[in-house]
């Protein structure tokens, strides 16, 4: 019994260990990512590096190799891009992420910011929380998500039980790593082809039968947040920092609104609307940035679920995103 009990803590001991010893481990959602970025950008005769943040919308629209096609041909001069969005990453996620790759040492000449509506929602928590959840940050990064929003009883709670505990705490990660299936639904985890097509997630059209299902999905989930939409709070002050710090670092930022089907445009409140505008305005005043509402870019046969671009669209959407706003982001 000692035996058993003894091998168990020697494993506990060990995989905390490893976790202390190599960040990443805690994040390979973002780690994956980023090792192939450096990987990519790391070419002869200094390309120009274009890096694209933000959520799945991000993920399935920006295809990195379009982009790297028609910028070269614009600018007359080496490119190289990746699609550094993920699942969940609202104005939180990104900054924490941006961070993390300035401080590996990747210097990108211009960044791309999606201004997601939807993930300024903030009850008790912040939009963010639900995916990038505590056991996938680092140590020095818990007092800046506490300072965005996150709860923070709840927040040192759950990050001291994933490191006490490191078996539990990265289960999903190491399930996803033998058998993706077994997961829970919505849970976002180490995809071992998520580095592939730079990053790019592409999405499929669902068939005509259950495209309708799933725009009423959609629906349910998140008309009743747009309506209740409001543009404040402490995860505002993170989209804030993330401007400034490029600004810091010399890294021009363009910030988009994604592209949206009128079906989910319409749920948008009219307060809604006039909010979103007076923000953006805010944001040029304050930051100097570049801002693009690209919500009506796209016709309503783009999206698989009138939200998430579907991979046929993605070259003619990313033509139109250099062409601009990353062209006019450069200069």
Known sequence: MWSAVLTLLALNVGLGVYAYMHPNFRDPVFDLKARAMEKHFDQPGDPFRVIVLGSSRAAAAVEPAVLETILTSEIGRPVAAFNMAMQGDGPIGQLIHLRRILASGVKPDVVVVELLPSTFLFGDRPYDFSVLRPERLRYDEIDDVVKYGYPEAATRKEWREATLN???????????????????????????????????????????????????????????????????????????DLLAECKT???????????????????????????LKALTDRLRMTHGVLIVDARQWLPDEAFADSHHVIRQWAKPYTERLVREVIVPAKR
Do not use: C
């Open 249 to 275: 670092a010399n890294v021009r930022v363009a910030v988009v609104i994604p592209p949206e089907g009128s079906e989910f445009r319409s749920w948008y409140p009219d307060r809604v609307v006039e909010e």
């Open 166 to 240: 490191p078996w539990f705490g990265a289960r999903f990660q190491l399930l996803a790593r033998v058998q993706r299936l077994w997961l829970p639904t919505g849970v976002v985890t180490y995809q071992k082809d998520a580095a592939k097509l730079g990053g790019w997630n592409p999405w499929a059209a669902y068939p005509p039968h259950l495209y309708r299902q799933r725009v009423n999905e959609v629906k349910q989930t998140y008309e009743p947040q747009l309506q209740a939409l409001k543009f404040s709070g402490p995860q505002m002050a993170a989209l804030d």
